[in-house]
């Protein structure tokens, strides 16, 4: 337990009262799995479908194994639950243990990409065709949750990706609780959304997120329920209703619906990178804005986040000019 858990509840204020955040709970033994075995109807590539809900290789939600299996810690409407999901041959395995076994078992096929048809995408250049054709068990995963795709959106605002998946990786393994059943060592569940809301402001910075980030999660996670009801809206209806958040636009919105719903045209606008990648990759212009990465795209219209998929699959991205932006870490002053 040491270093993974305060070793007493951290106390902070609310509205003018003391509220104790628990320090977390002694991981429960293995009990059985729930199974359940899904067929696809096609090819399937689980690092490709599965890769996006990664964040960062020490992310404490998410193990990718040796043996090709992925293992998730969720916290779904039904409470906390692992899932791990292996290929054997032309089936697909999925485990599940803790309150939340079932509904992530009920939602594995389209986890798995059953509710994408990647036979709607016709590639207009070479370069795309090529990546298609080498990548073909590119399926886009629809989570059907909202908030564990929104924070670390948020976190990812406006800084390197290592400041990033450092902050989440220190918030949710202090604040979260252990992975049910067999999980790999030191998985955990993200905190509830009271959890986040207690955490106090000298945690967030020592995990290195500034003052608009903290406050943005903290709006978000007070109307946790409303965004949650977002699942089963269109994309892009979704993405209103997150913006309605204040500190959450239109790149934020299109990196959660591209992982909750699945959404194929959901491209990601405000980024610093992927406009040169696309401009460059399809036209040989690095220095393309959000406007000619759009004008690019527009042959792809309602494909459009599976085509930058392909393309930054493709490998043909533009050699840096300049440095590597500098790494801060406002927990230090």
């Known amino acids: 337990m040491a270093g993974r858990f305060a070793p007493r509840p951290t106390r902070t204020t609310v509205r003018g009262g003391h509220v104790a955040v628990p320090a977390g709970v002694p991981r429960q033994a293995a009990v059985p799995a729930k199974v359940r075995t899904v067929v696809p109807d096609g090819p399937l590539d689980l690092g490709l479908v599965l890769g996006p809900l990664r964040r960062g290789p020490g992310d404490p939600t998410f193990r990718a194994m040796p043996d090709g299996s992925v293992w998730r810690a969720c916290r779904t409407p039904a409470g906390p639950g692992t899932l791990r999901v292996g290929v054997r041959g032309a089936e697909v395995r999925g485990e599940a243990w803790g309150p939340g076994a079932e509904w992530l078992l009920e939602q594995l096929p389209e986890l798995l990409g059953a509710a994408d048809d990647p036979s709607a995408f016709v590639p207009r250049h070479r370069l795309v065709a090529v990546a298609r054709h080498r990548r073909p068990g590119l399926r886009l995963t629809r989570t059907g949750l909202v908030l564990e795709s929104l924070i670390p959106s948020i976190l990812e605002q406006k800084v390197t990706t290592d400041e990033a998946y450092r902050a989440w990786r220190l918030l949710v393994r202090k604040y979260g609780e252990p992975a049910p059943g067999p999980a790999p060592g030191r998985m955990c569940v993200m905190p509830d959304a009271r959890t986040w809301a207690l ?135």
Do not use: C, N
């Not at 269109?234 to 719903?261: D, K, N």
């Not at 599976?306 to 490998?315: D, F, M």
């Open 199 to 333: 955490i106090p402001s000298w945690e967030w910075h020592r995990a290195g997120v500034d003052h608009k980030r903290a406050s943005t999660i903290l709006r978000a996670v007070r109307v946790a329920a409303r965004l949650e009801e977002a699942v089963r809206m269109p994309p892009a209806e979704a993405q209103g209703r997150l913006e309605v958040v204040p500190g959450v636009g239109p790149w934020t919105s299109a990196e959660v619906v591209q992982r909750s719903h699945g959404a194929p045209d959901a491209v990601t606008v405000g980024d610093l990178h992927l406009p040169g990648i696309v401009g460059f990759a399809l036209a040989g212009d690095r220095g393309a804005d959000d406007s000619v990465m759009l004008e690019l795209l527009e042959p792809y219209a309602g494909q459009r986040h599976r085509a930058a998929r392909l393309i930054l699959l493709s490998g043909r991205v533009p050699g840096r000019r300049a440095p590597r932006m500098p790494r801060g870490d406002i927990g230090r002053l």
